[in-house]
């Protein structure tokens, strides 16, 4: 693991980052691009986990939090596989794997267990925890809109759409099921609102 001895280096000053293996690039790429939206999942995870512990005495809580913990570590593994060139990449490194997915997977299953069946679609929110889980799963979706692009062009495996894919529809699940815990109510989607009243 590498020691971070200093966090400034003014190498990015003209706009330019390297990647692992010592290629530069303009920090506007879209490898970068799409290996900063990863992170920023990862940081919306992280507020999503401090809110978890206001509840740290519930099961379920503590179990989301495990799996948020796990999935942070694998969005750090994905953005360190992103930033990697394929023909710089070696088997050592650390990356999505199949049971990755198979993991999220399971997690949904289980949670599903809990919840009603949604017949509408419903808004994001409810309580703290749930709506930065919401917001994890919208960033989670604009990383993996960027990262199609890398795959077209070559720059990207399959395996690392499929975990984002499926990543965001474990967000959204464990959005539910947390409120659900919580006893917040879920507000559907309403096709043809009806303007509320305006005060005198």
Sequence with gaps: MPKLTRIYTRTGDAGMTGLVGGARVPKDAQRIECY????????MIGLARRALAEHAKRPRAQTLDRWLAWTQDSLFN??????????????????????????LEHAIDRC????EPLANFIHPGGSYAGGYLHMARTVCRRA?????????????????????NRLSDALFVWARWINN????????????PAPPEIPA
């Design 36 to 43: 900063g939206t990863v992170d920023e999942c990862s940081s």
């Design 78 to 103: 994905l953005g360190s596989d992103l930033a990697t060139p394929l023909e710089k990449r070696s088997e050592a490194m650390p990356k999505i794997e199949q049971a990755d997915i198979d993991f």
């Design 112 to 115: 599903q267990r809990d919840l």
């Design 144 to 164: 993996e809109r960027l990262l199609v692009r890398l795959q077209r062009d070559g720059e990207a495996e399959a395996i690392a759409g499929k975990f984002l």
């Design 181 to 192: 815990e919580l006893g917040e109510p879920e507000h559907l989607w309403n096709h043809h």
